[in-house]
C-alpha cells in the first residue's frame, strides 16, 4: 500500500514538473518569435532602404541628411530613417581627396516619430556606397547592430 501510494506521489510529481515546463517553454516560444519576426521586419525593411539608396545615384552633396521609408512586413509597422554620413578620406596616392558616401541607416517601430537617437532601435547600419558619385559599384556593410 505504501509502495502504491509513493509510485502515484512520484509519477504526479514528475507530471507536474513537466506541465509546468511546457506552459514556460510555450509562453517564452511566443515572446521569442515575436522579437524574432520584428527583427526579421526590420531587416527587410533596412534592406530595401539600402537598394534604394543605392539605386538612386545620389552624391554626398545631393544625399537627403534624412529620409523616411516605412514598411508593414510580419504584422509590424516599421519606420527607417537615413543620414548622410558622408567623410572625405585621403586616397592611397596621398593626394588625391574624396568623398566617402556613408549612411547610417536606422529602424525603429514606426511611432511617427524619428528612429535617430530613440530609444527602441531596432537595427542600426552604416553603409558605404562606392565610388563617391556615379552609379553605384559596390556596397559595403561598415556596422551592423541589432538591439533586443
Known amino acids: 500500500m505504501l509502495m502504491a501510494i509513493g509510485t502515484v506521489l512520484m509519477v504526479g510529481s514528475i507530471s507536474a514538473g513537466l506541465a509546468a515546463t511546457a506552459t514556460s517553454s510555450l509562453q517564452n516560444r ?4 515575436q522579437v ?50 558622408c567623410t572625405q578620406v585621403l586616397a592611397d596616392d596621398a593626394q588625391t581627396v574624396y568623398d566617402q558616401r556613408n549612411v547610417i541607416f536606422t529602424t525603429c517601430p514606426d511611432t511617427g516619430v524619428t528612429c535617430i537617437g530613440a530609444p527602441n532601435v531596432i537595427i542600426r547600419a552604416q553603409v558605404n556606397f562606392d565610388p563617391a558619385s556615379g552609379p553605384v559599384t559596390e556596397t559595403h556593410i561598415q556596422s551592423w547592430s541589432v538591439n533586443r
Request: proline share 2%; aromatic share 10%.
Open 36 to 85: 524574432r519576426n520584428r527583427e526579421y521586419a526590420a531587416d527587410a525593411a533596412i534592406e530595401d532602404a539600402i537598394v534604394i539608396v543605392r539605386g538612386a545615384q545620389y552624391t554626398c552633396a545631393s544625399l537627403p541628411t534624412s529620409f523616411l521609408r516605412e514598411s508593414s512586413l510580419n504584422g509590424f509597422a516599421i519606420r527607417v530613417d537615413w543620414s548622410n554620413a
Open 30 to 33: 511566443t515572446t521569442l518569435e
